[in-house]
């Protein structure tokens, strides 16, 4: 009974690099989403997908883009990091409206 | 979009009660509480439908006001177990669930 799972749970970045955080859900959930906490800020939605097949922007989607690569999984891309993207991102699903998210254990990324 | 929560932070002594406020700017369709514990991620409490509808936990409970586009939720008796930070999660439609700033609460002996 998995959950969602995110990878990985730590990197280390430098500027200019690109990589791909993985969110995945077992839950069969349509609803995905992704966030960044900072200290302060409570948790800032990214980017979210309503249901396979839909991505839209959130509050802070500058610097980064998402893949629902199908139903269970959807991935945040930071095509080139900036030390501003340092940050604690968290995955998120729930199957509607109604309904409880769960979260994934989360990725802690620096930028340097 | 984000909703704003009050007080940032707040200190309790076992037994003592406590009410944490979320209010935002956009009519709301249904309100979420969570409590995350430092470096874990956030659990689901309770959530508000419009209409009135509450789902979730025994001990701590809550109001939203649709009209005023504001929630509440109030813990009573503290124990050592609520201290973490509570989000106030908010849904304006069309999926967009977006967390407030959260307020830390700290429950000491």
């Known amino acids: 009974n998995a959950g969602v799972t995110q990878t990985p749970k730590f990197q280390v970045l430098k500027t200019g690099q690109s990589m791909t955080l993985q969110c995945a859900q077992d839950m069969n959930h349509n609803s995905m989403y992704w966030y960044r906490q900072d200290p302060g800020m409570g948790l800032r939605l990214i980017y979210y997908s309503a249901s396979e097949g839909t991505t839209d922007k959130g509050e802070v989607p500058n610097g980064y883009n998402v893949s629902r690569l199908n139903k269970r999984e959807f991935s945040l891309r930071l095509e080139s990091a900036a030390p501003s993207q340092t940050s604690v991102y968290f995955c998120?699903?729930?199957?509607?409206?109604?309904?409880?998210?769960?979260f994934g254990q989360g990725t802690r990324l620096t930028v340097v | 979009q984000q909703p704003v929560q009050s007080p940032q932070a707040v200190i309790l002594r076992e037994g003592e009660d406590a009410v944490i406020n979320c209010s935002s700017s956009?009519?709301?369709?249904?309100v979420h509480w969570y409590r995350q514990k430092h470096g874990e991620a956030p659990v689901f409490l309770m959530i508000l439908l419009k209409g009135g509808e509450q789902k979730g936990h025994e001990k701590i409970s809550a109001s939203f006001n649709e009209k005023k586009q504001q929630s509440s939720l109030y813990l009573t008796a503290s124990q050592l177990s609520y201290s973490g930070t509570y989000f106030c999660g908010t849904e304006i439609g069309g999926n967009q669930f977006y967390f407030g700033t959260g307020t830390s609460l700290t429950v000491i002996p």
């Open positions: 956009k009519a709301l369709y249904s």
């Open positions: 998120a699903s729930r199957w509607d409206r109604n309904t409880e998210a769960f």
